[in-house]
């Protein structure tokens, strides 16, 4: 079966540092993939996504992911953090025979401090 | 464009009580779906529609049941609530290309006492 996996469920950097949030995912195809963001008490919106072409996204806020298909990984990175950054990400991936279905992953919280 | 939103914000039951949760988008998308966000569960998804009057179980779709009679809204409801079914809900819609954007409203949060 489809599964994502989001190493590390709280992730802590400082304001400045590199932020790496990792995400694994396990299907018999190429899926399409996404990273979505949200903010307390928000709904989910969406970060970036990749579908065709060039394997690096670069999406909102400074956010990139790279598509690394013989490592089966969608990493997300901003070079730079910022406090507004503190947020859950969750990376997505379609699922197999119907694109508009997604099997998530479970979240990384993302604490940034001063 | 408001794009998805949903009512209630917030609602509070007692278990045995019965509700409906209002779902609404403008962006003329066929395709929608309801989830609930529990702690450490993720988002899982509980139904959906590919158009109206076509509805489709999800991995969660018991106690609740939906309904699509416009493109437009999408209501769940809750037929006898358990405290189980304390969550935060959220309703998303999804353009019709490959890899489209699901877009979510902002969520409701419903405790069952």
């Known amino acids: 079966a489809q599964s994502v996996t989001q190493l590390g469920s709280h992730v802590s950097v400082s304001e400045g540092a590199l932020v790496l949030l990792r995400c694994n995912y396990s299907?018999?195809?190429?899926?399409?993939l996404f990273w979505y963001v949200q903010y307390p008490n928000q709904g989910l919106q969406l970060l970036l996504k990749?579908?065709?072409?060039a394997t690096l996204v670069k999406g909102i806020n400074g956010f990139e992911a790279e598509f690394k298909k013989s490592e089966t990984s969608f990493h997300l990175t901003k070079p730079s953090a910022h406090m507004s950054d503190a947020a859950e990400y969750f990376c997505a991936v379609t699922k197999a025979g119907n694109n508009r279905k997604l099997i998530w992953g479970l979240g990384t919280s993302l604490a940034v401090n001063p | 464009n408001a794009g998805v939103t949903q009512t209630p914000k917030f609602q509070v039951l007692k278990t045995g009580q019965s509700m409906t949760l209002q779902c609404a988008q403008d962006?003329?998308?066929?395709?929608m779906s309801w989830y609930r966000q529990d702690p450490g569960m993720g988002l899982r998804l509980i139904h959906y529609?590919?158009?109206?009057?076509?509805?489709d179980q999800g991995e969660v779709p018991n106690g609740y049941n939906v309904s699509r009679s416009t493109t437009e809204d999408f209501p769940l409801r809750l037929l006898s609530a358990a405290p189980s079914q304390t969550s935060v809900y959220f309703c998303?819609?999804?353009?019709?290309?490959?890899?489209?954007?699901?877009?979510f409203g902002p969520g409701t949060r419903l405790t069952v006492l």
């Open positions: 998303a819609s999804i353009g019709g290309g490959l890899g489209d954007t699901q877009y």
């Open positions: 990749y579908t065709t072409g």
């Open positions: 529609s590919v158009g109206a009057g076509i509805t």
């Open positions: 299907s018999s195809v190429p899926p399409y």
């Open positions: 962006m003329n998308h066929e395709y």
